[in-house]
């Protein structure tokens, strides 16, 4: 199979650009042929004054990227284009390249973009879901995007333009969700179910399983609001027992963060700062637990994968994606999110009852070989090409 991958990448590195990367090298290593087109939102760094209206402009319709690709589509012959993201460099203007050549289009939902300005339903500190509810207006009200009215503004615009013009509905032939809870919410923002499938992220190398309990809790994540470090915090003061914690990342919460640790006496807390992914992945076999307190809709963080993967259960938020990707009692423990002392409860229990966690850590190692190794998720993303080519193929729009 010849196919196109299509991938705007953000200013700052992250996540979406590893499982783009990722799904890349899982399609060359099983024989396709792979032709890539990426853009990147450091090129708009040269937009300032009147040329943020040329950037308004190619948000929402970009001429040149429209012409690449048509380009593209006219020199290979390919079986299927697969679109990672668009936002915002890309544009959606690709999706009618795409039509013209009659090529199926697969979208890839790595966050939440078609139906929130900022992409992650989250407003000040707590999930936000008035653009679904009501209209992406509200977002605007807020300046949801990059706390800026204005910004928000366009970004509103190119949604509500390419709403009109049925882009998604009509132009991509199969959508993928990672999770069935975000599946879910792209069908309430009107897109159809018949065009939805579910594909998690995958962990690729398998960093095989620990070989025995660890020796800390552990917190792998971008230091920000969002990912709620600060009620992690405020668990380990409530604390009865002295358990180690070890926190893995940077972001720019650190600093306040560290501040904060020292004000409170939490000696049993250290920050690890960003490490290369070799040396996270050996911290995680030492963890005895993962914790992921995010009080956002996560969308599919490969962080729990790998702990599944290392044997590692994990502590998570009841919340989205995590609480349908972590079994409560099975491979970790739910908590209440952004509640410390139901936190605080779980870690203790966790602590006092090692033979529970070792069989939920065997567990969570079974979860990863059944539905996260890269060969289960190539079965699955052949599955998904498969059905957009005969989708398109019968005229199904």
């Known amino acids: 199979m010849k196919i196109l991958l299509v991938h705007n990448s953000y200013q700052q590195p992250g996540g979406e650009d590893v499982v783009f990367d990722q799904e890349r090298q899982l399609l060359e290593r099983t024989g396709h042929q792979v032709v890539t087109y990426c853009r990147s939102n450091s090129e708009n760094n040269g937009y300032f004054a009147l040329k943020q209206l040329a950037l308004v402009e190619r948000m929402v319709w970009a001429r040149d990227s429209r012409r690449e690709i048509a380009g593209l589509l006219h020199r290979q012959k390919l079986d299927v284009v697969h679109v990672h993201n668009t936002f915002l460099m890309v544009s959606p203007s ?36 008035e653009c679904l509810e009501h ?66 992220n995958f962990v690729y190398a398998d960093p095989g399983c620990r070989s025995r309990s660890g020796e800390y809790a552990l917190f792998i994540g971008r230091l920000s609001p969002k990912k709620r470090v600060v009620t992690l915090l405020a668990a380990w003061q409530c604390l009865q027992a002295r358990i180690p914690l070890r926190i893995i990342g940077g972001g720019p919460e650190r600093e306040s963060l560290e501040a904060h640790t020292l004000q409170m006496g939490l000696s049993d807390v250290r920050f690890l700062g960003q490490l290369p992914r070799d040396e996270v992945i050996a911290a995680l076999k030492k963890a005895w637990c993962l914790i992921f307190p995010s009080e956002w809709y996560e969308n599919f963080p490969v962080t729990i994968a790998e702990a599944l993967a290392c044997g590692v259960p994990v502590v998570c938020s009841r919340l989205g994606a995590m609480e349908e990707i972590v079994t409560d009692g099975r491979t970790g423990l739910h908590f209440t999110p952004g509640d410390a002392d139901d936190l605080a409860a779980k870690v203790e229990w966790a602590w006092a009852h090692p033979e529970e966690m070792a069989a939920m850590g065997r567990a969570a190692r079974a979860e990863y070989e059944a539905k996260y190794t890269a060969e289960r998720n190539y079965e699955m993303l052949m599955e998904i090409y498969t059905k957009a080519i005969a989708a398109r193929a019968k005229g199904i729009r």
């Open 135 to 200: 209209s992406l207006w509200r977002g605007v009200l807020h300046g949801c995007y990059r706390d800026s009215r204005a910004e928000t503004s366009a970004v509103a615009l190119m949604l509500t333009v390419h709403r009109w013009l049925a882009t998604w509905s009509e132009m991509v032939d199969c959508f993928i969700a990672l999770s069935g809870f975000s599946r879910q919410k792209f069908i309430e923002g009107g897109i159809p179910a018949e065009k939805m499938a579910v594909k998690p």
């Open 94 to 129: 690709i999706y009618w390249a795409c039509r013209e050549a009659d090529i199926p289009v697969v979208q890839t939902l790595h966050n939440y973009r078609l139906l929130c300005p900022a992409a992650i339903f989250f407003r000040h500190g707590h999930v936000c879901e």
